[in-house]
């Protein structure tokens, strides 16, 4: 009797030991499959599993044990028929447990999935259109005067969601989520560009569109372009890189591009950069009734002049002042900084009939640079004219201006203004 009891109770044992020791194997492996906030939710899961683990196998237990007991009382021969059905049974229960499991654990995949855990990555991919505009608060009514335009496949960071008003056509559901409030750039986490984009315009798995391009192009005489961390010229600066350096175009904030640059984002001003087709078509559609600073006529008037005047810088070169073009080149700039500039006091034109003839201005702006220089005559042939003609504002009078050069140059040696009408010397400088 007393080998018996010994017997059974180092059987148990040792059960026990190897239960114990297969439950800490398995904590184990999900510490370190789940990490510490998936191991911190499975605690407070487990708290719950015991209660109703407690509930559902209250007695059962106990109520085998005795069963099994009484059949090997009444015949031991018996006894194995009643283990095979406790058996059964406990196995059906746990397929059925586990069924169940399967099912409802499914159930709750989705419900998490359609509100995701944050801060998440996400990326711009609008229902309609090349891309999305970024606001500074969750506000449909300032979708028409964004602080910035993004294109399709943008990389963002949602840090939060929120429900706002929203235009008609989103079709937003009332009590779900309708805002994102993301980070572009920046490390994506306590850093980057922040601002509200309609959730309806991003999605979590990166789509197949591809951002544009451009090259680097504002470096003038040092062949390099400034680039910088923030929007303004006040920010650090991020990196100076070669002119001709291809950047991807992620959006744009008023006058600043949006880049990135080996998968960093830096800002850089739109004058400094030699958008592809591509890239100016889209962020052309995108553009607002108005930034936060411009509207859009003065942006399409902006962008118009520049195209216009692309033809001259390249018959001229980038870096040559307008007061180097012809003549007649002067007078075209002059009638677009009309169209697309407005008002403003100094207007290049053609003489006309009552004026003072070309030929006739520079010959008394030669005499006047002679005798500046206390000379009866100056070397003509040595020398390169640069004539302009030119009012001031809507009316009379009008004037010439001379810029006189050394010999194919732009070396400036005199500069002299004489009225339009009879030649007489306005001013003189060196």
């Not at 100016?280 to 118009?304: E, K, S, V, W």
Request: proline letters at 4%; aromatic letters at 8%.
């Amino acid at each position: 009797m007393r080998q018996s009891y010994l017997k059974n109770a180092a059987l148990m044992t040792g059960a026990d030991i190897l239960l114990r020791l297969a439950g800490m194997g398995l904590r184990i492996w999900l510490a370190n499959a789940l990490g510490g906030e998936g191991m911190g939710l499975c605690q407070l899961v487990l708290a719950v599993y015991s209660l109703f683990v407690t509930l559902a196998t209250a007695g059962v237990s106990v109520a085998a044990t005795r069963l099994m007991a009484e059949e090997l009382a009444r015949s031991p021969a018996e006894a194995r028929g009643m283990l095979h059905r406790l058996l059964l049974a406990g196995a059906g229960l746990g397929v059925l447990a586990l069924a169940l499991t399967a099912v409802l654990g499914g159930a709750l995949a989705l419900v998490e999935d359609e509100s995701p855990a944050l801060p998440l990555n996400a990326w711009v991919h609008a229902a309609e259109g090349a891309g999305t505009v970024l606001l500074t608060g969750p506000s449909a009514n300032d979708v028409n005067c964004p602080m910035g335009i993004y294109l399709n496949g943008t990389p963002v960071t949602v840090v939060e969601l929120c429900e706002s008003s929203a235009l008609l056509e989103w079709n937003s559901v009332e009590g779900e989520p309708n805002w994102a409030s993301v980070l572009i750039a920046g490390d994506g986490d306590t850093s980057g560009i922040p601002g509200w984009m309609p959730l309806r315009d991003l999605v979590y798995e990166k789509p197949a569109d591809a951002l544009p391009t451009a090259t680097l192009a504002g470096g003038e005489e040092s062949g390099f372009t400034t680039l910088y961390t923030l929007n303004h010229r006040e920010s650090d600066v991020a990196a100076l890189e070669r002119d001709g350096t291809g950047v991807t175009v992620l959006g744009q904030l008023d006058y600043w591009l949006h880049v990135s640059l080996e998968g960093e984002g830096m800002f850089m001003l739109m004058e400094d950069a030699a958008l592809s087709d591509e890239a100016d078509a889209l962020l052309y559609d995108l553009l607002p009734d108005r930034f936060d600073g411009i509207t859009r006529i003065q942006y399409d008037n902006d962008r118009n002049l520049n195209r216009l005047l692309k033809s001259m810088h390249e018959k001229y070169g980038e870096n040559v002042p307008v007061e180097f073009w012809s003549l007649e080149d002067k007078a075209w700039y002059g009638q677009l900084e009309e169209m697309y500039l407005g008002a403003h006091d100094h207007y290049y034109i053609l003489p006309g009939e009552d004026d003072l003839p070309l030929e006739e201005a520079e010959q008394i702006a030669l005499g006047a640079y002679a005798e500046a220089w206390g000379s009866d005559a100056v070397p003509a042939d040595e020398l390169e004219l640069y004539p302009g003609f030119y009012r001031l504002g809507h009316s009379e009078p009008v004037y010439w201006s001379f810029y006189i050069c050394e010999k194919d140059t732009y070396n400036v040696l005199w500069h002299v203004e004489l009225d339009g009408k009879t030649g007489e010397p306005r001013g003189s400088r060196g």
